[in-house]
């Protein structure tokens, strides 16, 4: 009696063109999801007021890379994603060593987050190795894996939900007269006109200004990278130098950073505003006087006349 052996066939052994498709997927993938990242980031600034120039420009960027992002993670028509993935990030490593070689700190590709330019073109260059590596000699046309496909439906979804739910959120909001203040989770805007014998109402978000509500004060609202505001702090450090006795507070708005050397009295107190907020006066620098807290007088700056005690 004879005993029949049934051999089993081997494993298949992965075909170099299946593991370069495999390897091409998993590169879009993360293409896609690093593009996501950088543009929620961005579109966070855009929606909190962070972002004041080429506003047009930003958000096309931000919404060209959602879109590149979701369609990478998808893996339809993988040839052409590929392809785009390629030049997209030849143009993002451009745009880095360009920013790099002008000596700036952070490239702003990833929004509220530093980065140094140095490191996203680091990034930029391994992801285009990347893409260039596993970019086919031709078109394939296997259609894309179905959990990425409604992943990336879910993504979408979601990004479009996020912006809707973070326009509303982050919608701006406004200093009223009497120092209340409606909204303004990101930008809020002030009529400083409009505080006229009222108490300053900008005291309630200024650390420190208590000293401020006693005697006559005239207080500066100003950005440190204002030139304007720079030439109006100058001029009236100058003068105080022969007037000791007169009180100047200078508040400066977020995002914080030094004046230059040698422009600010000793007697001058320095405040800063809240950095919960995004302060946007209607002018720059807004001069306020004030007596026992109340104000005055409200003006602007301008350079040749002297508009301070």
């Given at each position: 009696m004879?005993?029949?052996?049934?051999?089993?066939?081997?494993?298949?052994?992965?075909?170099?063109?299946?593991?370069?498709?495999?390897?091409?997927?998993?590169?879009?993938?993360?293409?896609?999801?690093?593009?996501?990242?950088?543009?929620?980031?961005?579109?966070?600034?855009?929606?909190?007021?962070?972002?004041?120039?080429?506003?047009?420009?930003?958000c096309?960027?931000?919404?060209?890379?959602?879109?590149?992002?979701?369609?990478?993670?998808?893996?339809?028509?993988?040839?052409?994603?590929?392809?785009?993935?390629?030049?997209?990030?030849?143009?993002?490593?451009?745009?880095s060593?360009?920013?790099?070689?002008?000596?700036q700190?952070n490239?702003?590709?990833?929004?509220?987050?530093?980065m140094?330019?140095?490191?996203?073109?680091?990034m930029?260059?391994?992801?285009?190795?990347?893409?260039?590596?596993?970019?086919?000699?031709?078109?394939?046309?296997?259609p894309?894996?179905?959990?990425?496909?409604?992943?990336?439906?879910?993504?979408?979804?979601?990004?479009l939900?996020?912006?809707?739910?973070?326009?509303?959120?982050?919608?701006?909001?406004?200093?009223?007269?009497?120092?209340?203040?409606?909204?303004?989770?990101?930008?809020?805007?002030?009529q400083?006109?409009?505080?006229y014998?009222k108490r300053?109402?900008?005291?309630h978000?200024?650390?420190?200004?208590?000293?401020?509500?006693?005697?006559?004060?005239?207080?500066?609202?100003?950005?440190?990278?204002?030139?304007?505001?720079?030439?109006?702090?100058?001029?009236?450090?100058?003068?105080?130098?022969?007037?000791?006795?007169?009180?100047?507070?200078?508040?400066?708005l977020?995002?914080?950073g030094?004046?230059?050397?040698?422009?600010?009295?000793?007697h001058?107190?320095?405040?800063?505003?809240?950095?919960?907020?995004?302060?946007?006066?209607?002018?720059?620098?807004?001069?306020?006087?004030?007596?026992?807290?109340?104000?005055?007088?409200?003006?602007?700056?301008?350079?040749?006349?002297?508009?301070?005690?």
């Amino acid at each position: 009696m004879t005993q029949e052996t049934t051999i089993q066939p081997a494993s298949p052994i992965p075909q170099p063109q299946t593991v370069k498709r495999r390897a091409a997927d998993w590169v879009l993938f993360l293409a896609g999801a690093i593009l996501i990242i950088a543009g929620m980031l961005k579109a966070y600034d855009l929606l909190r007021g962070a972002v004041t120039t080429e506003y047009f420009f930003h958000c096309t960027e931000v919404l060209m890379e959602l879109a590149a992002g979701v369609w990478f993670i998808s893996s339809i028509a993988a040839y052409y994603a590929l392809r785009g993935g390629a030049l997209l990030f030849t143009i993002f490593l451009a745009v880095s060593l360009h920013r790099a070689w002008q000596g700036q700190i952070n490239c702003g590709c990833f929004g509220p987050v530093p980065m140094n330019p140095w490191i996203t073109a680091t990034m930029d260059g391994i992801f285009l190795l990347m893409l260039l590596a596993v970019i086919p000699a031709q078109e394939k046309t296997a259609p894309a894996e179905r959990w990425r496909t409604i992943l990336s439906a879910l993504l979408g979804l979601g990004i479009l939900c996020g912006i809707m739910g973070g326009a509303y959120y982050l919608k701006p909001g406004m200093l009223h007269a009497n120092g209340t203040l409606t909204g303004g989770h990101g930008v809020v805007f002030m009529q400083p006109p409009a505080w006229y014998a009222k108490r300053f109402p900008l005291a309630h978000y200024v650390p420190g200004s208590t000293a401020m509500m006693h005697g006559k004060w005239l207080a500066v609202i100003y950005f440190h990278t204002c030139p304007v505001c720079q030439h109006a702090i100058a001029g009236i450090s100058r003068r105080l130098e022969a007037h000791p006795d007169h009180h100047v507070a200078l508040i400066q708005l977020p995002p914080y950073g030094p004046l230059p050397k040698g422009i600010i009295n000793a007697h001058m107190l320095q405040l800063k505003a809240s950095d919960a907020h995004i302060w946007r006066p209607p002018f720059l620098p807004v001069l306020v006087d004030l007596h026992n807290g109340v104000v005055t007088r409200v003006r602007s700056y301008i350079p040749g006349a002297w508009y301070g005690f």
